[in-house]
């Protein structure tokens, strides 16, 4: 039953939103108003956490999707006393505060992940809950739930109209995750006006479409009914639910129920004119009495007493199931990978020509023994992606044990899940597909950059290698695409030893995605490659002169093409170094030193091979160097023709070189 101390801790966020964006002058008021009902009731009666620990491994997941609305979460990660002082309120939107404009994982505390494009959220809380669900299969024993919890997301109109959402939300409903629960700001509003002008579908049908149980409630600052909706959606596990919470933008000030509510300040009088509707006692900005300050400290007391439960049961259970203690520090532990370096088996492979997609599967295929925390899958692809991990099982609906995940043809939503089971904790997640649809799977790979989180992007069929499928699936500027994100490493390798390497440098990752770009033609291995792939570039066929005439490089499937000009070239008495660049990103992170050791400043006569577009190669051959690049779109025809009738030939390299000196 709702009493006042409840209708002044909930009405204690409305102000402190409402507050922090007016005095940055800047922000979104209108979702904090609107969600101060629904957010008290759920972090302070029904979510497990401690707010003394935000890192607990069984808390319950908290996202906010719709992460305009981030004074929401400020203001009750500071009510609640996870460490956000109200000088940090006061702060938002400012240069290096802990409350930037839109949430952020990593840098603020109790921020569960990065959200901001709308729909983001949604996928990665379902990556949460499948993580726990996968994790609990792995740990949980009669009597001992280690691992069960709940994740919960909140998102409005917005979140719901992005493909992501139903992309996500689908796969939810198919693998029954009966601990989702998504909370939807219903307000009929966006930033253009009502949300009839473009948004006129039954959510609720749609989810039930999905195998959602769907609940309303009615009146979203009805705190009885947003808590009995809860707890419905908590008690059926068989599936998991949207609750529609109908509420009004910028509730309670002037502008409530309009779309200027949405994304500007309310303006000083209309802030006034809210305390004063609201009956709060002061008109001083960020006020808050002391008997809310303590009801909320009260709370995240109380709240403590389940982690200290949880404690005790898993002192027990290392008691009794040692083995999967040590089972779960393995889990848990990020360098897990680390002495894969020494590791004979690892880097073992036959001598003979293979695609970098098969040798990747089979490295998979290794690492799944060394790693038993890896958990991965396709967008319906696998059989070419080569992401299957023999005698793992599929992660089902009824087998929440398979480590192996089948996401459909969703790579949108399989890049927004994949961050969320990073996120989790305790899963080395992999997500694939073709190499061309890492146009679909860029938003949130950028995600994951911004968040530090080592997601794997297992990306196939790299180049006009595709062959017959034609240009529609032969990736032309996706390389350079992805190599200009920030914090993302791609790494294209050349053969088996690259390959290994590629993967070792993702698995060992502990703040950085990787991007593996892989062939589908076979490749020969090559007598000149190493471990020093491990730097991003490296001399993998060096001149017999100090200096050489000339430096090759490439990556992937075209460092085989330099080596072989270097011997025609050495035929007539040119001496050239040839260079394998599988990973830029990585290359550019070694000492100035070691890069003038592979590419001397000194030899200005340079050619960059890579049957892709040239865009970011100009910066290593320079103004007297040259490439054997993509100028175009590729063409429907087999492989051999297509390098031939690109200029990617032996013959052509070596002209090319020729033409420079």
């Not at 997301?153 to 601990?179: H, W, Y």
């Not at 509707?277 to 995240?300: C, M, T």
């Not at 044990?401 to 043809?409: A, E, P």
């Not at 577009?613 to 007297?624: E, N, R, S």
Request: charged share 20%.
């Amino acid at each position: 039953m709702t009493n006042n101390i409840d209708t002044m801790s909930v009405n204690a966020i409305r102000v402190l939103s409402a507050d922090g964006v007016q005095k940055a002058n800047s922000g979104h008021p209108g979702l904090p108003l609107g969600c101060a009902a629904m957010a008290y009731e759920l972090w302070a009666k029904h979510m497990k956490h401690n707010p003394a620990n935000p890192e607990w491994p069984n808390r319950d997941r908290f996202i906010l999707s719709g992460g305009h609305g981030s004074m929401l979460l400020y203001s009750l990660l500071h009510l609640f006393g996870y460490g956000l002082t109200l000088d940090d309120l006061k702060d938002f939107r400012q240069d290096g505060s802990l409350t930037p404009g839109h949430p952020e994982y990593g840098h603020t505390v109790g921020v569960e992940a990065t959200t901001g494009p709308l729909g983001a959220g949604m996928a990665m809380a379902v990556g949460m809950a499948m993580a726990e669900a996968h994790l609990s299969s792995k740990f949980n024993k009669e009597g001992y739930p280690l691992v069960d919890h709940f994740t919960y997301v909140l998102g409005g109109d917005g979140c719901m109209m992005e493909g992501i959402s139903s992309e996500a939300m689908s796969l939810a409903g198919t693998l029954g995750l009966g601990k989702l629960i998504v909370l939807y700001d219903s307000n009929k509003i966006s930033i253009e006006g009502d949300t009839d002008i473009a948004f006129t579908e039954d959510v609720k049908k749609r989810f039930e479409a999905y195998g959602f149980q769907t609940l309303v409630v009615e009146d979203g600052n009805n705190l009885d009914e947003i808590g009995a909706a809860i707890e419905q959606a908590k008690s059926d596990l068989s599936r998991p639910t949207m609750i529609t919470i109908k509420t009004k933008i910028g509730y309670g000030s002037p502008k409530e129920g309009l779309a200027s509510a949405h994304g500007e300040p309310l303006g000083a009088d209309n802030v006034v004119a809210m305390k004063e509707k609201l009956g709060w006692p002061s008109q001083e900005p960020f006020y808050v009495p002391d008997e809310v300050y303590e009801n909320f400290k009260s709370i995240a007391e109380e709240a403590s007493k389940s982690e200290d439960a949880w404690n005790d049961l898993f002192k027990k259970y290392t008691s009794e199931y040692p083995e999967m203690a040590a089972l779960w520090d393995k889990y848990h532990d990020v360098n897990a990978a680390v002495d894969l370096i020494d590791n004979e088996d690892f880097w073992d492979f036959e001598d003979k020509a293979d695609a970098t997609r098969n040798i990747s599967g089979k490295l998979i295929n290794k690492l799944k023994n060394h790693l038993p925390n890896l958990f991965g899958g396709s967008a319906d692809l696998a059989p070419s992606t080569k992401t299957y991990m023999a005698d793992e099982g599929a992660f089902s609906k009824d087998n929440y044990s398979g480590r192996n995940l089948h996401f459909g043809v969703r790579e949108l939503a399989m890049a927004g899940i994949g961050n969320g089971i990073a996120l989790h904790g305790g899963l080395r997640p992999y997500v694939s597909t073709f190499f061309v649809f890492s146009d679909y799977v860029k938003p949130m790979a950028r995600l994951s950059s911004l968040m530090g989180v080592p997601l794997t992007f297992v990306l196939t069929h790299d180049s006009i290698g595709v062959g017959e499928d034609g240009p529609t699936h032969e990736p032309i500027e996706q390389l350079a695409m992805l190599r200009a994100m920030p914090n993302f490493n791609v790494i294209r390798p050349a053969d088996a030893t690259e390959c290994a390497a590629a993967w070792y440098s993702a698995v060992t990752s502990t703040t950085t995605p990787t991007a593996l770009v892989l062939t589908r033609q076979n490749l020969p291995q090559l007598s000149g490659s190493s471990k020093e792939a491990l730097k991003g570039g490296y001399v993998i066929s060096d001149s017999k002169k100090a200096i050489p005439d000339a430096i090759i490089m490439g990556s992937g499937s075209e460092v085989q093409l330099g080596i072989a000009a270097q011997e025609e070239l050495a035929k007539e008495g040119i001496d050239v170094r040839v260079v394998s660049i599988p990973s830029i990103d990585i290359y550019e992170s070694q000492s100035d030193e070691y890069k003038e050791s592979v590419l001397p400043k000194q030899v200005r006569a340079r050619v960059a091979v890579e049957a892709a577009a040239d865009f970011g190669w100009g910066k290593y051959v320079g103004l007297d160097g040259a490439t054997v690049t993509m100028k175009g779109f590729g063409a429907s025809a087999p492989a051999d023709v297509l390098f031939k009738k690109f200029g990617f030939t032996t013959e052509n390299v070596v002209n090319t070189v020729k033409s420079i000196l």
